[in-house]
T-cell receptor, first 113, second 114 residues
Framework: NAGVMQNPRHLVRRRGQEARLRCSPM?????VYWYRQLPEEGLKFMVY????????ESGMPKERFSAEFPKEGPSILRIQQVVRGDSAAYFC???????????FGSGTRLTVV | AQSVSQHNHHVILSEAASLELGCNYS??????LFWYVQYPGQHLQLLLK??????LVKGIKGFEAEFIKSKFSFNLRKPSVQWSDTAEYFC???FGAGSYQLTFGKGTKLSVIP
């Protein structure tokens, strides 16, 4: 039973490029959450999605960031026109329902140069 | 504002020493409490969780935590650490019984010296 799969593990982008981070939830999990971990900080909630719906995006920066979880395929976190401050580890988690503990993926480490 | 505090940024212990990592939160209502561990370069793994019932919770790898409601604390303990416990430890909280959003502390790095 595969866990939460995130790819790529490491992503390097130049300032101004786009970053696309992918997350495939665990089998049977229809709830996906994205968190960001900045250096020396704990994880911060970004967005909560169910299939084809954004439930809560209160933690997402208002500009350049978007997320989707289509009916088919992985959840995508998209960052347009990346800046150095976007460099961080981005973790995805999934759960079978809205409550209870979730399972995290290994994260994508984004470096903006 | 709701927040989670982990007081120790970096803890260094010798093997076989006892461990206690502090976690406090600020919120007067119902909480669900978690401890996660992150080994270098790996994903977060759930060590243990508390939802209700016995405030002393046992987790994996010999870890336990005690919820003290009056102190708003959920400290993580292990009687005898091993070199393989070297990792970063995060306390996390669901504020409110119906909450899905986890609020994390900043983490505590544990280094165990052989």
């Amino acid at each position: 039973n595969a866990g939460v799969m995130q790819n790529p593990r490491h992503l390097v982008r130049r300032r101004g490029q786009e970053a696309r981070l992918r997350c495939s939830p665990m089998k049977g999990h229809s709830h996906v959450y994205w968190y960001r971990q900045l250096p020396e900080e704990g994880l911060k909630f970004m967005v909560y999605l169910q299939k084809e719906n954004i439930i809560d995006e209160s933690g997402m920066p208002k500009e350049r960031f978007s997320a989707e979880f289509p009916k088919e395929g992985p959840s995508i976190l998209r960052i347009q026109q990346v800046v150095r401050g976007d460099s961080a580890a981005y973790f995805c988690a999934s759960s079978p329902g809205q409550h209870g503990g979730y399972t995290f993926g290994s994260g994508t480490r984004l470096t903006v140069v | 504002a709701q927040s989670v505090s982990q007081h120790n940024h970096h803890v260094i212990l010798s093997e076989a020493a006892s461990l206690e990592l502090g976690c406090n939160y600020s919120y007067g209502g119902t909480v669900n409490l978690f401890w996660y561990v992150q080994y270098p370069g790996q994903h977060l793994q759930l060590l243990l969780k508390y939802f209700s019932g016995d405030p002393l919770v046992k987790g994996i790898k010999g870890f336990e935590a005690e919820f003290i409601k009056s102190k708003f604390s959920f400290n993580l303990r292990k009687p005898s650490v091993q070199w393989s416990d070297t990792a970063e430890y995060f306390c996390a909280v669901h504020f409110g019984a119906g909450s899905y959003q986890l609020t994390f502390g900043k983490g505590t790095k544990l280094s165990v010296i052989p």
